[in-house]
Structures are given as C-alpha cells and as structure tokens.
C-alpha cells in the first residue's frame, strides 16, 4: 500500500492508502465530499530517520557548495597481530 496525498480547496491536505498505481488524479474528500486534486510529494520524506535525513541534507548542499580537501586524512591504526600458536604447528611449503 503506498499513502497518495489530497488536497480539498475547503479542508486542505489528507491521506490515502492505496495499492501502488491505482491513485487517480482525484479524490472525495472525506470531510466535505468535493473533489480534492492529488498533490505530488517527495516520497518517505516524513519517515527518515534524523541521522538519514542529515545525510540528504548534506549531500544536496554538496551539488553547490562542495567541502573541499586540502590534505589525505591520517591513515587508520591497525591493532598488531597476536601470534597465533596453533599456526605454529601446521606444515609450511
């Protein structure tokens, strides 16, 4: 089911839940029964998670204000490797 928004001229915007493609261009509206022309929307974009919608933002504002580089970030520190006993004993070539 995908939620088609409406919006009434009288009631303003609601809701509808219906199987995918089956929306037409308008809807009774269920306070006053007038026709309500559908309204396209971004879809999900009430249901994003804070840290997803962050994501977004900040990659739409990097399509005109780049963040720009001006050196390599440090290189990430690998923990040393333990020295593994039962290596020890397995044949080598």
Do not use: I, K, N, W
Not at 8 to 25: H, I, S
């Amino acid at each position: 089911m995908v939620t088609y928004e409406y919006r009434c001229e009288d009631c303003g915007t609601f809701e509808e839940q219906l199987p995918m493609g089956t929306a037409t261009p308008a809807a009774a509206c269920p306070a006053c029964g007038r026709d309500a022309r559908r309204v396209f929307s971004p879809p999900m974009v009430h249901q994003l998670s804070q840290p997803l919608s962050a994501l977004y933002a900040r990659e739409e504002a990097s399509r005109d204000a780049p963040e720009v580089v001006h050196e390599l970030p440090p290189a990430p520190r690998r923990p040393a490797a333990r020295p593994r006993p039962e290596l020890e004993r397995m044949r080598r070539p």
